[in-house]
């Protein structure tokens, strides 16, 4: 159903205005497809597969107005692939939301411009064993957290990276999910697993010189956010549905990106959505103006300065803060503190800018955490207990731990043999030493040395 306007775009003798014609129609119908087979919002759901009440927390407007951004950036760069209309672009583009809540995603992004939307209330998984998959250009989803979903979904999306990187094409991916998922080993085996499909492929994902060289960077991830007062990384507030058992949802989601290509598009992705319209403090006249970043912040500060306000600017504190660079409204440019701009998105290329901006532990904070915390200690003890035990039951399973026998290594002594010896044995330079049976020496042909006696040569 979904590869429709696949076939028309085809080389043919129909007039580009048909095709046209036929690809809003298709759409249209498709869209309206999708609406039918999701439900309506908010109401009772009956979902054909199995849920969790917790997962029941659906992505907010704000979220996806702030990644619309890297959809128009992608539908344009494919339009003109395709030799299609630059301004049908958006309205064309399929963007596919496997995990289904309340089907509001397909509204949501048909207000924002993209009418093609698939958020089906189907099985993702048993769609995934049965081939049925619909065509798409953009993945993009808010997943549920529980259980093992994460580790589906990316062991799946390294397949269809896979796919798309023999192909030479591209295939968008944007994930919504809290902020600690960068920081857990499951993330850092997709990171690497993506790594080894451009590798494979010659695919070059690596940053342009400046940017970071974290695993994330080289292999085009980056994370994108909302920027709030004082530049600082703003929460989204998901829409709860009944029955999640929480009123607020207890993490700091962010879109993690990837999958636009070379270094060269993803950096323009970068741009694309970091150049969202924000709102400067301009020390001058003591107001805020709107103005564009030019670029991402690289490296926030977790801790800014004061925040800024109509009545001026507090001082300073600690070290020196990073600068964005900015274009106003009427053209001109300035370089801005962080802490000077509000609104907009927040763009960061590595996990190292996320840790800076405190939406990612350290290393070491992890380690401290460990140590301190009552809990994370008593939970880091029971995991230690726990491996000790899966051990002892695979020694049992082998028959206990293995014991050397005694009987392995045999020697026989050679009454005979030493009785013609008389005189000691006056061995020569680099002659073996090792100890000698009726096999020969004990290190057989792992000994460097002479098994010939120099001295018998000698005589």
């Known amino acids: ?142 997943p549920p957290y529980s259980s093992d979903h994460k580790k589906r979904l990316f062991d799946w999306i390294l397949e269809r990276q896979r796919g798309a990187a023999a192909r030479g094409s591209r295939e968008p991916f944007a994930l919504l999910l809290p902020s600690w998922t960068v920081g857990k080993a499951l993330f850092h085996k997709f990171l690497k697993g993506l790594a080894e499909v451009y590798a494979s492929t010659g695919v070059e994902a690596a940053p342009k010189a400046g940017m970071a060289t974290a695993a994330d960077s080289r292999v085009g991830v980056f994370y994108v956010c909302r920027r709030g007062q004082g530049g600082r990384p703003l929460k989204y507030v998901f829409d709860h549905v009944r029955g999640a058992g929480l009123a607020d949802c207890p993490f700091f989601g962010l879109w993690i990106c990837g999958g636009f290509g070379d270094a060269a598009a993803t950096h323009r992705a970068v741009l694309r959505v970091a150049r969202g319209e924000a709102q400067g403090f301009w020390p001058a006249d003591g107001s805020w103006h709107s103005c564009r970043p030019r670029g991402p912040l690289a490296e926030p500060l977790a801790e800014p300065p004061p925040v800024a306000t109509a009545a001026g600017v507090g001082e300073e504190e600690g070290g020196e803060e990073p600068e964005v660079d900015v274009v106003w409204a009427d053209g001109t440019q300035r370089a801005l503190p962080a802490h000077h701009l509000s609104g907009g998105r927040l763009v960061f290329t590595s996990s190292l800018a996320l840790e800076a901006a405190g939406l990612l532990r350290s290393a070491e904070d992890i380690k401290r955490r460990q140590e301190e915390n009552p809990n994370q200690r008593l939970r880091h003890e029971r995991a230690l207990a726990a491996l000790e035990r899966q051990r002892a039951s695979a020694r049992e399973a082998k028959g206990g731990k293995r014991k050397r026998s005694t009987g392995q290594r045999r020697y026989e002594k050679h009454e005979e043999a030493a009785a013609a010896v008389e005189t000691p044995l006056t061995l020569g330079k680099g002659t073996c030493r090792h100890f000698f049976s009726a096999q020969g020496c004990s290190r057989g042909d792992k000994c460097r040395f002479s098994h010939v006696n120099d001295a018998e040569h000698s005589e």
């Open 1 to 142: 159903r979904n590869g429709s306007s696949d076939a028309l775009a085809a080389d043919g003798p129909a007039p580009r205005l048909a095709r046209q014609a036929g690809e809003a129609l298709m759409g249209r119908a498709e869209a309206e497809a999708e609406r039918e087979e999701g439900g309506e919002d908010g109401a009772e759901q009956d979902w054909p597969f199995e849920v969790d009440d917790g997962d029941h927390f659906e992505t907010p407007r704000e979220a996806f107005e702030d990644i619309v951004p890297l959809l128009r950036c992608h539908a344009r760069r494919r339009a003109v692939e395709r030799q299609l209309p630059a301004e049908d672009a958006t309205s064309q583009l399929r963007v596919y939301d496997p995990y289904f809540c309340t089907g509001r995603s397909a509204t949501l992004l048909g207000e924002l411009g993209f009418p093609r939307v698939i958020n089906r209330r189907r099985d993702f998984y048993r769609d995934i064993a049965e081939g049925a998959v619909p065509k798409f250009d953009v993945l993009m989803t808010n």
